[in-house]
């Protein structure tokens, strides 16, 4: 593991374990309402529910790639290619999610939670290459983002449970 890395050890193994637990319960959460979210009518919610698991999965796989003896620039390569893989899935999902219709709320926090999607992305992709040219300083941002895709994930699963149940009482 390269110096810039070996500080980085510990809080990626809490970015692993914090991410496979949250993925653990989202898992709970879907299986409960899996009739709900299984109806054709409820595509929006299941397009927010895979961008969950998508943001969830996406900080597991930093927090692996980042606990690899391996140099800044193949971390940066890996980041890369992870965050542009991602992009597609979370781009189907989004397209999905916002051609639905007839859920009955609110669809301002669908947009809102897509746009800010690929928001983070684009920041992931410019950090990425941080990394990748060998800025150590870069790490700091991939952190934040990771940091910051877990608890937007743990809000939008809260938003989705909430969700999921006023669909399933009326």
Known sequence: MTDELAPWHDFNVALVTAAAGLLGLLFVALSIHVRALSLRR??????????????????????????????????????????????????????????????GYDRRVTMLQFVAGFGVFAVTIAASIGVLVGEASALYVIAGVAVIGLLWGVFNTWELIFRVQSVDAG
Do not use: D, T
């Open 42 to 103: 409820n595509a929006e919610l299941r397009s927010i529910a895979r961008s969950i698991f998508l943001g969830y999965v996406v900080s597991l796989a930093i927090g692996f790639l980042a606990l690899l003896p391996q140099s800044l620039r193949a971390l940066g390569v890996e980041l890369l290619v992870l965050v542009v893989v991602s992009i597609l899935p979370f781009a189907a999902a989004a397209r999905e999610g916002l051609r639905a219709h007839g859920v």
